[in-house]
């Protein structure tokens, strides 16, 4: 358990569509995450299948190739959010992975409707995310203090 804790979340191809991205940001924003690294990219299969990502892991799923298709389909904004258990807290926020499950209040439980168009992903342990953010952030993150972690953290 750290305050220096650090997940990887993204926005997907259809959250950018969407409009989503300031939304999305807003959450992690106001329940006090610190903001450390975020780009826009454009992704390509080979990077998205490369093992360091959650979705290695998927392959061989049916829905993998279109997994990737997707998530290839379009530019997708990756961010790196650091505080208190990030990485579960982040999961909790984006909801279950299909959203007939996923709570109301939760990103996926707000906005979505198909597991195939979940807008948003998260790292689901503290080593893939160290593996995530290593993978779409090779240039490193940015460390600053924030004044008022004083008042979000004993
Ligand atoms: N996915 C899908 N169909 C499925 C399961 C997953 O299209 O039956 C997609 C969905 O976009 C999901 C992603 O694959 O977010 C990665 O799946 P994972 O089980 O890692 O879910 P997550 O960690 O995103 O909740
Ligand atoms: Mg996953």
């Known amino acids: ?3 220096k804790e650090q997940t990887y979340i993204m926005v997907k ?5 969407r409009g989503l991205v300031g939304e999305i940001i807003a959450r992690f924003e106001k329940r006090g995450f610190k903001l450390v690294a975020m780009k826009l990219v454009h992704a390509t ?6 093992p360091a990502t959650d979705y290695a892991d998927l392959k061989g799923k049916p829905f993998f190739p279109g997994l990737i298709k997707y998530m290839a389909s379009g530019p997708v904004v990756g961010m790196v959010w650091e505080g208190l258990d990030a990485v579960k807290t982040g999961r909790v926020m984006l909801g279950a992975t299909k959203p007939l499950e996923s ?24 080593e893939s ?11 490193g993150v940015t ?12």
């Open 1 to 3: 358990m750290s305050i």
């Open 13 to 17: 191809p259809d959250g950018v569509q």
């Open 45 to 50: 299969p080979e990077h998205l299948e490369k």
């Open 103 to 126: 709570a109301p209040g939760t990103i996926r439980g707000d906005y979505a409707l198909a597991v195939g168009r979940n807008i948003c992903h998260g790292s689901d342990a503290v």
């Open 129 to 139: 995310a160290q593996n995530e953010i290593a993978l779409w952030f090779p240039e």
């Open 143 to 154: 460390q600053y203090s924030i004044a008022n972690e004083g008042w979000i953290f004993e």
